[in-house]
């Protein structure tokens, strides 16, 4: 539910702390009891800097009260003017992270962001193209339970010369689907995570009845595919397709529907060493 709060009665020391992530500055007024349910670092690939009077975007993230008194936590700021709110915290914090992830994305000039799931595989990355709640988190741990690293299950980060960065945000499984999973990664502190060539772009269409028959792309197909879920496109078209084009130099790409994300995770790994 949006709106109708009251911000008034949060316990504790009310906080500001200023990021920069990617070249996006911002800060985050919350509270000091509320710091433990966010993700540290905030943004991977990002760094808190030292307080600063410049006028920055700020995110909130409180708690608050209906008009009948109901506790609940407040998320407001960023890309969305409503305030959106729920009633767990850790709810609420997952709504933070991706309203401030969703920010810094459009708002980068240093690098490009694709929605897509990456994992590195000999070196390589596979990058799996695919807009919010498409099945690329359940593909991603999929694929890391046969061997892959993890790099993130919802943005690509292209730089100038064409390498990805990972962005290893902690995987988001429904529970419905956690389950079925041998194993699933989350970020590991202290892990460096060096920038990757692209190996292999994989567009894939979930399908329960799917026949996997993949068809080759042309590098021309595999720019369309990313184009197609670049965060901040309209706005840097030249600097995205300058980025994209560079990535894919040597790149192959295959299209399919697929089945279920165990199955088709096999089917992507014995594709690619078929390819060699």
Not at 199 to 219: C, E, H, I, M, Q
């Amino acid at each position: 539910m949006t709106g109708g709060v009251d911000a008034d009665g949060e316990p504790g020391e009310k906080i500001r702390l200023v990021y920069s992530a990617y070249g996006v500055v911002f800060a985050l007024e919350t509270m000091a009891d509320l710091l433990p349910y966010l993700p540290s670092p905030l943004v991977p690939g990002g760094e808190e800097l030292p307080e600063s009077d410049a006028s920055v975007p700020a995110f909130r993230f409180f708690r608050a009260h209906t008009e009948t008194g109901e506790l609940i936590f407040s998320v407001a700021g960023g890309d969305a003017a409503d305030t959106e709110t729920a009633p767990d915290v850790i709810a609420a914090a997952q709504l933070l992270e991706s309203r401030i992830h969703r920010y810094v994305a459009a708002e980068s000039e240093q690098v490009v962001f694709v929605h897509a799931g990456v994992v590195a595989w000999r070196g390589k990355a596979l990058i799996v193209p695919g807009s919010s709640h498409s099945g690329k988190s359940t593909l991603i741990a999929a694929l890391t339970a046969l061997g892959a690293t993890y790099y993130s299950d919802e943005y690509a980060v292209f730089d100038f010369d064409g390498r990805v960065h990972a962005f290893p945000r902690q995987l988001r499984l429904r529970p419905d689907i956690s389950h079925r999973i041998a194993s699933h990664p989350s970020r590991t502190p202290g892990i460096a995570l060096v920038s990757l060539p692209v190996g292999w772009v994989f567009g894939l269409r979930y399908s329960p009845d799917a026949a996997w028959k993949p068809k080759r792309l042309t590098a021309g197909q595999m720019l369309l595919t990313l184009l197609g879920n670049t965060v901040a496109v309209r706005r840097q078209s030249e600097l995205t397709v300058s980025f994209l084009k560079r990535a894919l130099g040597s790149a192959t790409g295959l299209q399919s529907e697929r089945g279920e994300a165990a199955l088709a995770a096999e089917q992507i790994v014995r594709m690619i060493e078929e390819l060699g």
